[in-house]
């Protein structure tokens, strides 16, 4: 066995002449020798530093072997382009997004109906207990703030609610908790399922997995983030305007005549569908994760989990700018505003 | 009237291919395949797909699969059937669910009238029925999940069955005796293939 250092004297090549892989940024090895085309996508074999020289059949890690080095930024973006598999990833979002939207007929199945009701009562039932606390703290906190610091009178606690809290913050809550309870927990059951061979068994059966895993869980995910979005609403604003009955000096009926002189259909349909579609997105990239993970160890279960929660988070925020502008005009927090 | 089958599954190779052999198996009965490793899961793989290799012939159910419509192939398809060798049974889905999973997606027709057929295959394999349908997957002994698989697969009522190389930890015989019984005594026109692995030395 041979001990390689990190820095230092690093063979050229294996015993055997097979060239060693281009230089890892991470372990900074000295190497530019290109890697040889039949040797691409060969697994390496651990990650251990000690390698024996009789290891030697050209077993090289995919990520050692870069390909020219990175000059300029769009060459950069590229590389990452290309390293990330994002074009490939996007198309499989997209025809994962296309099925559900044209096989809805496919919920009248009794099984699927079955993993409908059971992620509804996943997502919905079971995290409304949650909401509570979330809710009301959040409504509180928020008007606790802005009637202490900012010295808010009626009409501006109200606005607040109503504009801060009703439209953006309540379904912003809401789809973050589902991110943490659902988005993981789907990520994770589709990965094992797909690592412990499930996946395959239901193909065998003459059954989409698409049909039966996905397409549910993403009707489930959109209808309960919206009913879970209106009661976090309630609570949040209920909370503020008790709180705000308690701090300044107005009734809480005048809180309420203010919030419906201000309130509008409009923001309560603009909050549920957001939320509808904020529930579809997030079922969604967590389905595809765990369709799609990384490799077929049980490590790509949580990777799958992470990447789930991270892409989920990214895309609400995208979603949460785009209605915002669409509905109101607002774009940036308000710093550009639109013709609407 | 439906014509009777001829033949069951026949494999033609390549021209010119020396390392496959052909293969043809009369229709009804059961039969036991030989295959180098790998193979079985290949054939597996082909006759689910409806695909032979390029310049090969595939022949399922006296249908050859090179010529066949997609309406053709999906019925095609509904016939064929696959018994895992260690169970496939979906993890987070009772015994009951799992069982009934195939029907209640392809043939949910039939669903509501399926329950005493499970009941009785179950207790002809010398199981209690309603002990062991509540239980989930990694609740069932080893015997009850392959009991689970085969009646699963019995109630789809298929006219080709392949069987899966048997796992090791499971005796040889399991597979083979218990389920073609069963199989012959619901779908007694069907006809059941066990692959098996020769192990290289």
């Given amino acids: ?194 690592i412990s061979g499930e996946i395959s068994s239901l193909r065998q059966m003459r059954i989409d997995p698409h049909g039966l895993l996905v397409l549910p869980r993403v009707i489930g995910m959109a209808l309960s983030l919206a009913v879970l979005t209106f009661y976090v609403q309630i609570i949040a604003v209920g909370g503020g305007m008790v709180l705000s009955a308690l701090m300044i000096n107005v009734s809480l009926g005048e809180l309420l005549e203010n919030f419906f002189r201000f309130a509008s259909v409009r ?45 989920s988070m990214m895309a609400i925020m995208i979603l949460n700018a785009i209605f915002a502008y669409l509905a109101f005009g607002l774009l940036f927090f308000g710093l550009v505003r639109a013709q609407v | 009237m439906v014509a009777k089958i001829v033949l069951a599954l026949a494999y033609e190779p390549p021209t010119g291919e020396t390392t496959q052999e052909p293969l043809c198996i009369a229709a009804g009965g059961s039969h036991r395949v030989l295959t180098q490793r790998g193979r079985a899961t290949q054939l597996i793989d082909s006759v689910l797909s409806l695909c032979a290799h390029p310049g090969a012939r595939l022949t399922i159910l006296d249908q050859d699969v090179n010529s066949l419509t997609p309406a053709c192939a999906a019925a095609l398809r509904a016939r064929i059937a696959v018994l895992p060798a260690l169970g496939g049974l979906i993890s987070y889905l009772n015994a009951w669910e799992n069982i009934t999973l195939p029907i209640g997606f392809n043939q949910p027709a039939r669903l509501p009238h399926i329950g005493h057929t499970v009941l009785d295959l179950i ?20 015997y009850e999940r392959t009991v689970a698989a085969w009646v699963r697969v019995i109630l789809e009522s298929p006219d080709l069955v392949l ?17 073609y019984e069963a199989y012959h005594a619901s779908h007694r026109e069907g006809t059941f293939i066990q692959l098996e692995e020769i192990s290289q030395t």
Wanted: aromatic share 6%; proline share 7%.
């Fill in chain 1, 1 to 194: 066995m041979v001990i390689f250092s990190i820095r230092g004297a690093i063979p050229k090549t294996y015993s055997t002449g097979v060239a060693l892989p281009k230089q890892n940024p991470k372990i900074n090895l000295d190497l530019s020798t290109q890697l040889p085309a039949h040797l691409d996508n060969v697994p390496l074999a651990l990650n251990s530093q000690h390698v024996s020289h009789e290891r030697t059949t050209g077993w090289i890690s995919p990520t050692l072997s870069t390909s020219k080095k990175i000059r300029t930024l769009p060459s950069l973006v590229l590389h990452v382009l290309k390293r990330r598999n994002l074009f490939n990833g996007l198309k499989a979002r997209v025809e994962l997004m296309v099925y559900v939207g044209s096989n809805f007929a496919m919920l009248r199945r009794p099984v699927v109906a079955e993993e409908f009701f059971r992620q509804v009562l996943f997502t919905g039932t079971s995290a409304a207990a949650g909401m509570v606390s979330r809710g009301a703290l959040i409504g509180t906190l928020l008007i606790a703030y802005a009637i202490d610091v900012l010295g808010a009178d009626v009409t501006l606690a109200v606005k607040i609610l109503l504009f801060v809290v009703m439209r953006e913050v309540g379904p912003l809550l809401a789809a973050i908790l589902v991110i943490q309870r659902s988005g993981t927990a789907i990520a994770t059951n589709l990965a094992l399922m797909h």
């Fill in chain 1, 267 to 311: 923001d309560i349909a603009y909050s549920v569908l957001k939320s509808m579609i904020f529930g579809s997105a997030i079922a969604l990239i967590s389905c595809y994760h765990g369709l799609h993970p990384i490799d077929d160890s049980i490590n790509a279960v949580p990777k799958a989990a992470v990447s789930a929660v991270m892409e």
């Fill in chain 2, 123 to 142: 207790a002809g394999f010398g199981l209690e029925p309603h002990a062991m349908l509540r239980k989930m997957p990694s609740e069932l002994s080893p």
């Fill in chain 2, 163 to 179: 069987g899966e190389p048997v796992a090791p930890a499971l005796p040889p015989g399991l597979t083979a005796f218990g389920f």
